[in-house]
């Protein structure tokens, strides 16, 4: 069986999910996209080359997305689309995507766009098709590792998710390396988390409840700390089933007190009124130095990741801990971020090609089978541990 598959955007995300389904989609076609025809064309030859030996045949095109002609004519042929462009555009990708009887899928991020896709549900069943957002790493496996726990377990009753990208070592002013978009970055630590605490749904600030995690070598301890869209739609999902539900992103020790002091100061303002009178943007600023100072090429990146589930398991309490340990791969050149975020949404695409997916709009937890995602994860480089006490 083959399968055609159109991924919009042609950067780090894009290329990644586009060489997993060329190896483990059964892709025929892929369609690499971008509102630059030149990224989209070095995309396209670099996966040329990486994927020499699988069936897929690639294709580029200079898409603006904003443009719905344009869209519609990049959906045409396609059975799913991917989007690894910026999540506010997901939405309007997704009503598109139900335009036109295409399957669609991106990587999430923020939760109130992700409940504007999931308003489609009616759409999409009606089109055929199936809509699933957040299928990236933290909001996407995390929380899929989640759902086989509560699939699994007699009774799931606490669940703690914790996450981070992270240079292989502590590097410039904020021990950190900018592994994704800076706008999706900014985006997680500001606003609320929404979390499930004694059973009940409660939002707890971004940057707050710091708390140590050891995760052994060669990362040592580290530090948590809330951010938003991590969660997504769990807590509506679980609510009345689990009595907690949380997440939160890891760092190395000393990072969110430092940015602690950025948001204080208001670095991250889209727009503020000078001493002069005049309107600045230091947010504009602040996400040039973050791109300028914080990419540090020479030092590679890595990825961990922590749920863990409690509750009662075969007749007694039990715990139960997916651990996920990656890094950059240097023969394909693919980042651990891009690894562990690309390919768990590649598999979900494959999920969706292979007519595995009920047509209509669901949350990630409920529309994808989380024991067989656990058991395809390792033909697509995601090797989990997985430890109960």
Known sequence: MSHRYVVFGAGRQGVAMAYDLAWNGEAERIVISDSSG????????????????TKASFEALTIDVANPKALARGLAGAQVALSAVPYKLNAELARAAVDAHVSFLDLGG???VVRAELALHERARAAGIAIVPDCGLAPGLGNHLAAHGVATFDRAEHVHVRCGGLPERPVGPLGYKLVFHFEGLINEYSGQGEFLRDGKRVDVPALTELEKIDF????????????????????????????????????????????????DLGVFEPSVRGADGKEHSPRLAMRALFEARLTFPQVRDLVVLRTTVRGLLRGKQATRRYDLFDRHDARTGFTAMERTTAFPAALVAHFLARGLVQPGARPLELAIDPVRYVEELPRHGINLAITEE
């Open 110 to 112: 923020n939760t109130e």
């Open 216 to 263: 052994g070598p060669p990362v040592g301890e580290l530090e948590a700390a809330v951010t938003s869209g991590g969660t997504s739609t769990c807590p509506e999902t679980w609510l009345g089933r689990l009595k907690s539900f949380d997440y939160k992103t890891v760092r190395y020790p000393g990072h969110w007190s430092a940015m602690r002091t950025l948001f």
């Open 38 to 53: 030149e990224a989209a064309e070095r995309a396209r030859e670099r996966l040329v080359g990486l994927c020499a030996g």
